[in-house]
């Protein structure tokens, strides 16, 4: 195609990436890693779909209080937040690809122990190693596929982690609905026991897929990473365009023709330049960046979502649903809801750009909130059933899930996931998994002895204020990254970008050929 050599051309001068010879085409072999890559993220959600449905009749067959409840939804995060700090020195020592292994064997492990559960220390410990397992799996899988796609279509593929969760919420609600027909002390511990096979296939599976090409880069294996950018671009002039931006961003000379090069130690990552860089002396482009990605991760659980996933079956209680069966299929509702809207925004996201999309996801958020407080305390407050305000209950719920899928969901992972430089990216992933999980944790560990004390309906009318706060920070803090190649994202959070207003809110693509 002339135009596009035309273009690639251009971009060789002007020292920008190249996004495509056709932008509107992905990769299909890129397409491929990142569909396996997020495999890994369809066993943790059905891990965390099928546990909000496990605890009914785990509590009932092991006999335990509220508050174990709480620590047993809540501990996976705990130990997901020390799984996320590890994750980022690990995948920029071992690659991205051995670190999703690891965390499928940790999954394995932690499956193994909940499916055998006799007794609560013994699931207590099989989901604290699981646990440790989430914190790999959230933070490698949207790293993994945002470092092999190109920037016309990394909205999509990075995006493809957080659709896998939802798929495994939706199966683990469905598991919920059909295995607990089994009796009540296998039922439960079937439910738990199911990840071990996928986690299995997936450890074999993924060592068929390519290495990272930036990850091989960061190493000074520009001749495995050349092969691996031919694989999954269009044309050899993309190919080649992206691999100089990449030796540019790790220091390589950009004429190197070598297949190895030998690089220091500090700049293969995970090292203490690394942290210093980060946390200690950051740039104000980085600082901006650590700011935007924390709290992105932050707002994506303080807003309330894992009330409604993990404790959907209480919420639909309190608004008058009694029947078991009634109570998990309500639930499934809210997984499809998830499923159906994760799917469109995956398609949205590289069109409308994040900015776009975030803002009305958490607006219609706020509104969804509300609601179900309104609801909730009206239901609470009569001493006789009232049908239309559990009709309102369960519309808001499934109304929130469908703006919030749209949105904060999906985009927490790919923005968290393409913002950071190269050396910085692994561990500046993993600052914000830890952010997301230690969050995750305190609302699911809390969120029982909040709604005692403030009533259930409060705490709902506390989540639209916290929405609120939380879309105001967007605003605010979050530029546009569509289109941006992940060399150019320190372009977007200079002071340079900031100071333009037309710049920094909507930055536009590369022109197409």
């Not at 965390?103 to 394995?108: E, S």
């Not at 080649?240 to 004429?255: C, F, P, Q, V, Y």
């Not at 999309?357 to 607006?363: C, D």
Request: glycine content about 8%; proline content about 4%.
């Amino acid at each position: 195609m002339e135009d596009g050599k035309e273009f690639s051309s251009s971009n060789l001068e002007d020292g920008k990436e190249l996004s495509s010879s056709n932008p509107q085409k992905i990769n299909k072999y890129a397409c491929a890693c990142a569909i396996v890559a997020s495999v890994i993220s369809i066993i943790f959600g059905y891990d965390t779909g099928v546990m909000s449905g496990a605890m009914i009749f785990i509590k009932e067959d092991l006999k335990i209080s509220d508050t174990e409840v709480e620590v047993i939804a809540g501990i996976l995060n705990l130990c997901a937040l020390v799984g996320s700090l590890c994750a980022g020195r690990t995948s920029d020592y071992i690659g991205r690809r051995y670190t999703i292994v690891l965390a499928a064997i940790l999954f394995l492990i932690g499956s193994v122990l909940m499916g055998y559960g006799p007794s609560y220390a013994v699931l207590f410990t099989g989901r604290c190693v699981a646990g440790i397992g989430v914190g790999f799996a959230l933070m490698i899988a949207p790293v993994y596929s945002t470092e092999i796609s190109s920037p016309s279509s990394r909205g999509f593929l990075a995006s493809l982690p957080e659709l896998c969760i939802s798929l495994g919420i939706l199966s683990g609600y469905v598991s919920n609905y059909f295995l607990s027909k089994l009796t009540l002390k296998v039922g439960w511990r079937v439910m738990l026991g199911i990840p071990t096979v996928p986690s299995i296939c997936l450890a074999f599976g993924i060592l068929r897929m390519p290495e990272s090409p930036r990850w091989l880069v960061m190493q000074g294996r520009l001749g495995d990473s050349e092969k691996v950018m031919l694989k999954i671009t269009n044309t050899e002039e993309e190919a080649l365009l992206r691999l100089r931006d990449m030796k540019i961003a790790a220091g390589i000379d950009e004429n190197c023709k070598d297949d190895i090069v030998k690089l220091p130690e500090e700049t293969k990552g995970g090292g203490k330049g690394v942290w210093k860089d980060l946390i200690l002396r950051p740039s104000p482009p980085v600082r901006w960046m650590l700011l935007a990605a924390t709290g992105i991760h932050f707002f994506q659980h303080a807003t309330g979502i894992e009330a409604v996933i993990l404790y959907g079956p209480r919420i639909f209680k309190k608004a008058g649903v009694t029947s078991k069966n009634k109570l998990l299929l309500v639930t499934v509702g809210v997984g499809v809801t998830k499923t159906i809207f994760i799917f469109i925004a995956t398609l949205l996201l590289d069109k409308f750009g994040r900015r776009k999309l975030l803002l009305t996801s958490v607006g219609g958020m706020i509104v969804a909130h509300s609601a179900l407080g309104l609801g909730l305390t009206i239901v609470r407050n009569s001493h006789e059933k009232v049908t239309w305000a559990l009709v309102l209950c369960i519309a808001a719920t499934y109304i929130y899930m469908m703006f919030y899928s749209l949105g904060l969901a999906p985009i927490t992972w790919v923005y968290s996931s393409e913002i950071f430089p190269l050396k910085l990216r692994a561990q500046g992933a993993s600052i914000g998994v830890a952010v997301n999980r230690l969050t995750n944790a305190a609302v699911s560990m809390s969120f029982i002895s909040i709604y005692k004390a403030i009533t259930i309906g409060g705490t709902f009318f506390m989540f639209a204020a916290i929405s609120l706060v939380a879309w105001i920070f967007f605003f605010f803090c979050l530029p546009e990254t569509k289109g941006r190649s992940l060399e150019e994202m320190e372009q977007v959070f200079s002071k340079r970008s900031s100071s333009s207003k037309p710049q920094n809110s909507s930055v536009q693509a590369p022109p197409e050929s």
